[in-house]
Every structure is written in structure tokens, then in C-alpha cells.
């Protein structure tokens, strides 16, 4: 029997229209990265090699992520892995896909943080993929690093990540609320907390609404349940001398946290705004 091959070309053809038929932004570059996953090959290997042959079985694979990114599934999920500053993370459905938006909060710190000690304390809470912590890590290289969050299996990933960063030995992942048994002094704390309001979360984009963890995407009735549950953990742990909190914020909430922040004895020393103009981050002390 004559097993059917196809160029890998036509392969990325067929998925493309695929995707441009369920209004997927970039679907030629989306198909391409797919198209990668299933077969093993690089990106550049597939411009570079049109006429590469996909057998059935490879094709098969591109059928089904095909299938699952029409169906509104994100694309870092079906990957496995999705990029932040400029490192690779392995992520699934248990944790939020980390976004060029949360960068902002590694901008604020860099560009508002000093110590004379290069050696110290980094706390993130709900660290996820350790996305935050990880970029943090590079940038001190002298620094250890504390991930929390309530989940096991997001502590598991984080551990991974930061494994496969060659971060493990500068870090520790804790299953842990919001730090509520810790103890110590951190020179810097971040944090990227569930900030949706319960109703918006119905207008929300679909596949985060669907796909993504929605204990990491619900903050309460009005949004700001986690910075009430998070300001006085933050108080008591963040160093009085030099230390500085990093927290991402929706959209319209930082005069709310702000003023959740001061009634916890932490004043807000600046807030930046991301690449779409948001403000994204608020950056506080001990007052």
C-alpha cells in the first residue's frame, strides 16, 4: 500500500486556512509553529526546506493541534512553552501563560531598585510558571529566590523552569497562601495576583476565559480581594532599608491598590505603564 506524504509546505498551507477561517491573528505564523511542534522541525527549516515530505503520522499530529488551536485552545499551551524576557518556560493549563505585559514589573524594579549588597532576598508570590522570579534571578545574579503558590503542580512546574534555567540552586519553590507562614526580610517582592473582577471575567478574551486557570485569573467581586490578602504579607516582609514591592494591576485599579497599599504602611513610589500604555505596575516601600 502507498503511504501518502505531503510537502511540509502544503502542510503549512492547509493549516493556515485552517486557522484564517476561525479569525486566528497571524495564522500563517501560527501554522508555521505548529506545522514545528508536530513534525520536530525548526521554524526556519521549514522556509528554508519546502519540499520536506510530512508523513502520515506527522500529518495526523498537525490535524489535531490544527483542530485544537481553531477551537480556541492558546497556542502556548498546545506548544508546551511560551517566551518571557527573553527566556523559554514550559507551561500548561494549571498555570497562567506569562505575557510581555508582566515584563513591566521586571522594568519597574530594575529601574527603581538600589542596594549596596548584591546579595539578598527575592520573594514572588503566586509564582506560576516562576516567570517573574526567573527573569529577577538573571538580572541579580547574586540573589536567591523564593516562589510561592497554593498549587503543587504549579510548584512543580516553577521547579522545572527554573531547573532547566540553571536557576535550581538559587531558588526555592514553597507550596504556600500568599506567604502566610514565612519569615525574613526581602530586599524585593513581586507579585501578579488574580485582578479580574468576578463579573468581567465573562467578557474576557475566550481563550483565557476557557482555557486558563481561573484561580489565577479571578480576583473577587470588585478585583482587589489578593492586594487586601497580600498588602499586610508584604508589609511584614519587605525590608524596611532599600526593599521595594513590584505588583501588576488591571486596568483602572491603581488609585484602589494604592490605597489598599498605604492602609498597610507601604507607599507607592511610581507606577509604569506598558507597552499599550496600561498602567501595569505598582512599585511601593515600607512607608
Given at each position: 500500500m502507498r503511504i501518502l506524504r505531503i510537502p511540509v509546505k502544503k502542510a503549512v498551507d492547509t493549516a493556515s486556512e485552517?486557522?484564517?477561517?476561525?479569525?486566528?491573528?497571524?495564522?500563517?505564523?501560527?501554522a508555521r509553529l505548529l506545522v514545528a511542534s508536530a513534525t520536530e522541525l525548526s521554524v526556519s527549516a521549514i522556509i528554508s526546506s519546502p519540499q520536506y515530505l510530512v508523513d502520515v503520522k506527522e500529518n495526523q499530529k498537525i490535524t489535531e493541534v490544527t483542530s485544537r488551536r481553531c477551537g480556541g485552545e492558546p497556542l502556548a499551551y498546545i506548544l508546551g512553552e511560551k517566551e518571557f524576557w527573553s527566556l523559554k518556560f514550559?507551561?500548561?493549563?494549571?498555570?497562567?501563560?506569562?505575557?510581555?505585559?508582566?515584563?513591566?514589573?521586571?522594568?519597574?524594579?530594575?529601574s527603581n531598585f538600589n542596594s549596596y549588597n548584591t546579595s539578598f532576598y527575592i520573594l514572588d508570590l503566586?509564582?506560576?510558571?516562576?516567570?517573574?522570579?526567573?527573569?529577577?534571578?538573571?538580572?541579580?545574579?547574586?540573589?536567591?529566590?523564593?516562589?510561592?503558590?497554593?498549587?503543587?503542580?504549579?510548584?512543580?512546574?516553577?521547579?522545572?523552569?527554573?531547573?532547566?534555567?540553571?536557576?535550581?540552586?538559587?531558588?526555592?519553590?514553597?507550596?504556600?497562601?500568599?506567604?502566610?507562614?514565612?519569615?525574613?526580610?526581602?530586599?524585593?517582592?513581586?507579585?501578579?495576583?488574580?485582578?479580574?473582577?468576578t463579573r468581567e471575567i465573562l467578557n474576557i478574551d475566550q481563550e483565557i476565559r476557557e482555557f486558563e486557570p481561573i484561580i489565577a485569573i479571578d480576583g473577587g467581586l470588585d478585583g482587589l480581594d489578593c492586594y487586601r490578602s497580600i498588602?499586610?504579607?508584604?508589609?511584614?516582609?519587605?525590608?524596611?532599608?532599600e526593599g521595594i514591592a513590584a505588583l501588576e494591576i488591571g486596568y483602572n485599579q491603581a488609585d484602589a491598590v494604592?490605597?489598599?497599599l498605604f492602609s498597610n504602611n507601604l507607599k507607592v513610589i511610581d507606577l509604569k505603564q506598558d507597552l499599550a500604555g496600561t498602567d501595569r505596575c505598582l512599585l511601593a516601600t515600607v512607608a
Amino acid at each position: 500500500m502507498r503511504i501518502l506524504r505531503i510537502p511540509v509546505k502544503k502542510a503549512v498551507d492547509t493549516a493556515s486556512e485552517f486557522l484564517k477561517r476561525n479569525n486566528i491573528q497571524n495564522p500563517r505564523l501560527e501554522a508555521r509553529l505548529l506545522v514545528a511542534s508536530a513534525t520536530e522541525l525548526s521554524v526556519s527549516a521549514i522556509i528554508s526546506s519546502p519540499q520536506y515530505l510530512v508523513d502520515v503520522k506527522e500529518n495526523q499530529k498537525i490535524t489535531e493541534v490544527t483542530s485544537r488551536r481553531c477551537g480556541g485552545e492558546p497556542l502556548a499551551y498546545i506548544l508546551g512553552e511560551k517566551e518571557f524576557w527573553s527566556l523559554k518556560f514550559e507551561v500548561d493549563s494549571n498555570t497562567l501563560i506569562p505575557r510581555p505585559e508582566t515584563e513591566t514589573l521586571i522594568e519597574g524594579i530594575l529601574s527603581n531598585f538600589n542596594s549596596y549588597n548584591t546579595s539578598f532576598y527575592i520573594l514572588d508570590l503566586g509564582t506560576g510558571t516562576g516567570c517573574i522570579l526567573a527573569a529577577l534571578l538573571t538580572e541579580f545574579k547574586d540573589s536567591i529566590g523564593v516562589g510561592l503558590d497554593k498549587s503543587l503542580l504549579t510548584c512543580k512546574m516553577a521547579q522545572r523552569n527554573l531547573s532547566n534555567l540553571e536557576l535550581a540552586n538559587r531558588s526555592s519553590i514553597l507550596v504556600d497562601n500568599w506567604g502566610t507562614s514565612l519569615t525574613g526580610v526581602y530586599k524585593i517582592i513581586c507579585c501578579n495576583p488574580p485582578y479580574v473582577s468576578t463579573r468581567e471575567i465573562l467578557n474576557i478574551d475566550q481563550e483565557i476565559r476557557e482555557f486558563e486557570p481561573i484561580i489565577a485569573i479571578d480576583g473577587g467581586l470588585d478585583g482587589l480581594d489578593c492586594y487586601r490578602s497580600i498588602a499586610p504579607i508584604i508589609s511584614h516582609l519587605l525590608c524596611p532599608h532599600e526593599g521595594i514591592a513590584a505588583l501588576e494591576i488591571g486596568y483602572n485599579q491603581a488609585d484602589a491598590v494604592s490605597k489598599i497599599l498605604f492602609s498597610n504602611n507601604l507607599k507607592v513610589i511610581d507606577l509604569k505603564q506598558d507597552l499599550a500604555g496600561t498602567d501595569r505596575c505598582l512599585l511601593a516601600t515600607v512607608a
